[in-house]
């Protein structure tokens, strides 16, 4: 069928040569990305979301505005000085929720590094050589998908106490099985092209071939996954601070400032609503993101 | 253009001026250019040309399966006996499908449901176009024994019918697609590249089988196809289509025989030829035209051996040699195209 | 490089076997198939889908790994290498692929992927240096200089195959294996390849192996044919004899089914019955005889082997015993 039009641009080599530029892939993918209306709306929140985490110090002090308490100050409804009110203890909550998106991407971007990597290589290893490696490394990962991952969060949280470390080796622990399946279901497809194959005949080692050839072409499906993975890691965090087992008090975090709010929701409804929200859009902001960057990366949108 | 009016033919398909267009974001492609296409009740004709040339668009357009969109039919008539396909409603064209043409594609893998037995399949078309003896539609019982008497016809036993796909090698799956093609007597047959997915002896059965039946039930038949062998295996009549136009037409021997158009010869040219095997190939230079942004003259200009200047700028008229073979073509008038014209082969 | 002795062998397969496990038992995808090529000759592999033509020449590449038999290329047992020596032969031997849009690397650039077996076997570690030889490579396979930064989704499937082409002639290899090189290509596009690989060919004094199921393709463009079916290698001969005595009853089938573009001669089809079987656990009779319009209680009784019937030419037939 026809190619599409090429938009060539003309340059010099070194050797002075007039060649077609080389087409930036990246760029492709962002402009591609650029024109999904919704996608846009979910990676601009979760810019912010960054924004917000990487600048929390500067908007709010973590001593005296984020964990301090003041009592004279407590339950104030939502105003100019307080934009979303003051909690039970007279703590800014806008300035909670701030804080609390540091806690929550650091621990969300650990644990998925983690899993990931671990993920990653395993599921690599099992598409890439395939028979009884595969067997072995997939059987294992089965069991721990047979948990729920939540649960299995729960029983590491439980076992080891509740610490930031330990969350994340819980979290990092229940994401693995996931990412080893989606990699090795994206390398799958891609160990059998011939250009593989043609690889081996030039004299590629299984090192280069992994590197060169079969890593850059399963990737997309990966970053797809690590974008909606992150979402329900986040999930899983205010989860498990809500009931009691993640980050315990006075640390800002979503899920236990629901807690915490639940017992003022009659009267002080705020206190549960904005931590709701935050968590809800955020959710929401990176699942777009994830559908957007699935619809861009596919290939046969080429 | 030449408008030449064959009141005297008995013509199953009459195609005129056929503009097709895929508008995408990425540009316009022009799939077809006024196509003119016309194949004679009980004929079959061929229609040749490379990839991208507009040939399954062809196909497609006459069943108004062009997918929308991107496809949009800008101009030209499509008749059927007569009968312009363009003005019938979609539940109309529903009961041409299938009953009056019905269409082979290419990949016999992909056209048959793997999860429904093959005799299903073939009984679904016959329920859905045909009526029983006592005027009410047919019972479903009668279309599974009708859809064993068609299997039997394509040549596979017909207790075989309860199989599912799988079950079935590459030539016999592309049997049961015909048997489902022809399953309610269609006038017309569209057979688009039925035998490239097959190995060569049983694409010499298939198409041996399709010559029986042709025969036998006097259907008219769209061969498209690339493969110049199995034109002159089969089809009376050839189109060469190049970038949506039919730039030479003929009766097989017009066409094979005296060709007159540079792409043709050059078709030719690039077979390798079974008796001389040592002959160097000469292919056409250059690629096909990119379909977005097709030349403003002739369209086979840049790779045309004989390009004038004025192939560059104009659209070729066309030029009769007798009542059926046509070149669109500069190098030609009305009187050398009789003598042999410009090229000798 | 060293003259080229058209007598004398460059690719001696002896026996050469590939099975594969499945389910139902072992698929004998290649069995006990003998051949040699002489130094810059072309034998052409014919067959029909399922053959075992694909499966011998990635056998001969150590691509996949015969089951048993021996491979030798110029006196040296490839079949005898380590992995490690065997990556390092592979700049003698190379293959070009059927599919052009699956055998190249969809995020590598026309010159990444020409200039990528040079960097392997450490041809020119000089970066402009190899770029040049790049170049270089792009003019004999022709294509254009300006294209060498472009993408492979970009460029149609003739040009690809160019790409692929080059990629492996950029180690100077001694034989090369085509696989279908042009069966995915149109029939104007086919005719450049065609004419571009006999180039190489007396240019560079390269010895093919051709694989294809185009018997006008093969007869154009080889010295020798070998014929083959489920698996054996049914018939062998230089082209002009086989065209002119195919004497094993499927060549002569292959060969008068194939369509030719000529309405004035008129060839009597030999029409086979069904379709090739399974090549699974194959019994020892003639795979054939299931199909063979002369098949006799001997041929369904025992195997028949290759035997010389004519000077160079091998048929595995029965019938042609009692000539």
Same mark, same amino acid.
């Given at each position: ?302 | ?168 090698? #590459? #030539? ?174 | ?80 290498? +380590? ?138 463009? +080889? ?32 060969? +008068? ?67």
């Amino acid at each position: 069928m026809a190619k599409k039009k090429q938009t060539e641009t003309v340059v010099m080599t070194a050797n002075g040569e007039q060649v077609i530029k080389k087409q930036n892939l990246a760029l492709e993918t962002w402009r591609r990305l650029a024109k999904n209306w919704s996608a846009m709306v979910g990676l601009a929140i979760v810019i912010v979301l960054v924004l917000c985490a990487v600048f929390a110090d500067v908007l709010y002090d973590y001593d005296t505005q984020v964990i301090k308490q003041n009592i004279s100050n407590r339950l104030q409804a939502p105003s100019g000085e307080h934009p979303m009110g003051t909690d039970e203890v007279g703590r800014d909550v806008l300035a909670r929720i701030v804080h609390g998106s540091r806690i929550s991407l650091e621990i969300g971007l650990a644990a998925n590094v983690f899993s990931l990597t671990v993920g990653g290589i395993l599921g690599a290893i099992a598409g890439f050589y395939g028979h009884r490696v595969d067997n072995i490394i997939m059987r294992i990962m089965d069991v721990f998908l047979a948990i729920p991952g939540t649960l299995l969060a729960i029983c590491i949280m439980a076992a080891l106490g509740s610490s930031i470390f330990n969350l994340i080796i819980a979290l990092a622990v229940s994401g693995t099985p996931g990412y080893a399946r989606i990699v090795r279901g994206a390398v799958l497809p891609v160990r059998d092209m011939e250009y593989v194959e043609a690889a081996r005949a030039i004299g590629c080692t299984n090192k280069r071939i992994i590197f060169k050839h079969v890593i850059p072409n399963s990737l997309a499906p990966v970053i797809v996954q690590a974008t909606m993975h992150t979402a329900t890691t986040i999930l899983t965090i205010a989860g498990l601070s809500f009931l009691g087992l993640g980050i315990s008090p006075p640390t800002p975090e979503w899920g236990s400032m629901l807690s915490a709010g639940r017992a003022y929701i009659r009267g002080y409804a705020y206190l549960t609503t904005f931590p709701g929200l935050t968590i809800m859009i955020t959710i929401l902001a990176f699942n777009l993101l994830g559908d957007g960057l699935r619809d861009a990366l596919d290939p046969r949108l080429r | 253009m030449n408008e030449e009016i064959k009141n005297t033919k008995d013509l199953e398909l009459d195609i005129k001026n056929l503009v097709v267009e895929y508008r995408t974001p990425g540009g316009v492609t022009q799939a077809l250019n006024g196509l003119d296409l016309e194949i004679e009740k009980g004929k079959t004709l061929g229609l040749v040309g490379e990839t991208g040339a507009g040939k399954t668009t062809t196909g497609l357009s006459i069943l108004q399966l062009i997918p929308d969109p991107p496809g949009v039919i800008v101009d030209g008539s499509i008749k059927l006996a007569g009968e312009d396909v363009m003005l019938k409603s979609e539940k109309e064209m529903e009961k041409i499908r299938g009953q009056q043409v019905s269409m082979i594609f290419q990949d016999p893998m992909t056209s048959l449901n793997p999860v429904m037995p093959v005799e299903d399949q073939i009984a679904e078309v016959i329920e859905m176009h045909e009526l029983g003896e006592d005027g009410k539609p047919i019972s479903h019982s009668a279309a599974i024994l009708k859809a064993k008497e068609m299997l039997e016809l394509v040549g596979i036993p017909g207790d075989r019918g309860t199989e599912f796909p799988h079950q079935f090698s #590459g #030539g016999m799956k592309q049997r049961v697609v015909i048997a489902i093609a022809l399953a309610c007597n269609p006038k017309l047959l569209i057979a688009d590249e039925p035998t490239t997915a097959l190995d060569v002896t049983i694409q010499a059965q298939v198409l041996e089988m399709m010559k029986g039946l042709r025969e036998k039930y006097g259907t008219s038949m769209l061969m498209i196809t690339h493969d110049l062998g199995i034109v002159a295996e089969i089809c009376d009549t050839v189109s060469v289509i190049y970038a949506g136009r039919v730039i030479e037409h003929g009766t097989l021997e017009d066409v094979f025989d005296f060709t007159r158009h540079p792409y043709t010869e050059g078709l030719f040219n690039s077979l390798p030829d079974l008796d001389h095997r040592e002959n160097r190939l000469k292919p056409i230079k250059g690629l096909m035209p990119d379909p977005t942004n097709l030349p403003k003259g002739c369209a086979f200009c840049p790779r045309c051996d004989y390009a004038m200047e004025i192939c560059k700028t104009e659209k070729p008229p066309r030029v009769y040699r007798n009542d059926e073979h046509y070149v669109e073509c500069f190098l030609y008038n009305e009187q050398n195209i009789k003598e042999g014209g410009l090229l000798g082969r | 490089m060293s003259k080229i002795d058209t007598n004398k062998p460059l690719i001696e397969v002896e026996g050469l076997k590939k099975y594969f496990a499945t389910k139902r038992g072992m698929l004998h995808a290649v069995d006990d198939v003998t051949f040699t090529i002489n130094q810059g000759m072309t034998l052409g592999v014919v067959g029909e889908s399922g053959c075992g033509k694909s499966t011998t020449g990635r056998a001969i590449l150590r691509l996949l790994e015969p089951t048993g038999g021996s491979v030798h290329f110029d006196g040296q047992d490839l079949l005898a290498l +380590s992995a490690e020596e065997m990556r390092h032969k592979r700049q003698e031997l190379q293959i070009i692929f059927q599919d052009p849009f699956s055998s190249l690397n969809p995020r590598k650039t026309l010159a990444e992927t020409i200039a990528e077996p040079m960097e392997i076997h450490h041809i020119f570690d000089d970066k402009l240096k190899r770029e040049e030889r790049v170049l270089e490579l792009m003019d004999t396979v022709g294509l254009a200089r300006r294209l060498m930064n472009v993408y492979p989704h970009e460029l149609d499937g003739g040009r690809r195959q160019r790409i692929g082409i080059a990629r492996a002639l950029s180690v100077n290899p001694k034989f090369i294996v085509c696989d279908e090189p042009v069966s995915a290509l149109d029939v104007s596009i086919q005719a450049q390849i065609l004419n571009l690989l006999e180039d190489l060919q007396e240019d560079m004094g390269l010895t093919y192996m051709f694989i294809t199921h185009d018997l006008s393709v093969v007869n154009h463009f +080889s010295d020798d044919i070998a014929v083959m079916y489920l698996g054996k290698l049914i018939e062998q001969a230089p082209s002009e004899e086989l065209f002119a005595h195919p004497t094993h009853p499927y060549t002569q089938a292959l060969l +008068s089914a194939i369509p030719e573009p000529n309405i004035h001669k008129k060839t009597q089809r030999i029409l086979l019955k069904g379709e090739i079987t399974s090549p699974i656990e194959p019994k020892p009779i003639c795979r054939f005889a299931q199909r063979c319009n002369y098949a006799t209680d001997r041929c369904r009784e025992g195997e028949p082997c290759l035997k010389e019937i004519s000077p160079k030419h091998f048929v595995s037939c029965f019938l042609t015993d009692d000539m």
